[in-house]
């Protein structure tokens, strides 16, 4: 297995600029999770989808974050207008049921705004 | 609402010698507890977990860590490093009540020398 895929990998951007991040989670799991780290505040979980409906936004920063989840094989995370304090790894995690199954995180995506 | 605790944000210890990572957390029911390893620049990968059952569990490189219900901790260890655990390590907890979110503490830096 492929693992869970996110591109891209970094991302520099100018501020004001639309940001969008992608992610491919593991065929046949049926939850997806958005995580933002940085070093001031840690891993943050952002949103959370099950079975592509999304569960609990609660994490999401403000109304320049939007993310969607149009089938099960794939994700966004979009920032517009993206900012400087935007700038963090952001990770998608996918687990094969919601619950006591461990997540299955992707590699990051570095994004700078500047 | 639950919490976790990492006291340690950074631990240096000598190759060949034991560590101990501490990990607190709070929570009104039952929960599962996780701990994720981090290498630089990659994506976090799950260690070990606790679901139920023993509260001693076991990774396949050395770690283990136990569940303590009265003291709500979830400590990892290892008798002996190596320089490869270099990397920081997360402990994480999700509420065994449908919530389906996990909490992660703010990390612990574990830093092996020669």
């Known amino acids: 297995d492929a693992g869970v895929i996110q591109s891209p990998r970094h991302e520099v951007t100018e501020m004001g600029q639309e940001v969008t991040l992608r992610c491919k989670p593991i065929?046949?799991?049926?939850?997806l999770f958005w995580y933002r780290q940085t070093m001031m505040r840690g891993l943050e979980l952002l949103i959370y989808?099950?079975?592509?409906?999304?569960?609990?936004d609660s994490g999401m920063p403000e109304d320049r974050f939007s993310a969607k989840m149009p089938n099960a094989s794939f994700s966004t995370l979009k920032i517009q207008p993206s900012e400087p304090r935007d700038s963090a790894v952001y990770f998608c995690?996918?687990?094969?049921?919601?619950?006591?199954?461990?997540?299955?995180f992707g590699p990051g995506t570095r994004l700078t705004v500047t | 609402a639950q919490s976790v605790t990492q006291l340690d944000s950074q631990v240096p210890v000598f190759e060949e010698a034991p560590v101990e990572l501490r990990c607190n957390y709070s929570s009104s029911v039952s929960v599962y507890l996780f701990w994720y390893v981090q290498y630089p620049n990659q994506g976090l990968q799950l260690l070990l977990k606790y679901l139920s059952g023993s509260t001693l569990v076991e990774s396949i490189n050395g770690f283990e860590a136990e569940f303590n219900k009265s003291q709500t901790s979830f400590h990892l260890r290892k008798p002996s490093v190596h320089i490869s655990d270099t990397a920081e390590y997360f402990c994480a907890v999700s509420e065994n009540s449908g919530t389906y979110k996990y909490i992660f503490g703010t990390g612990t830096r574990l830093k092996v020398l020669a």
């Open positions: 995690a996918s687990s094969p049921r919601t619950g006591a199954n461990e997540q299955y």
């Open positions: 989808f099950n079975n592509n409906v999304p569960i609990d």
């Open positions: 065929s046949g799991h049926n939850s």
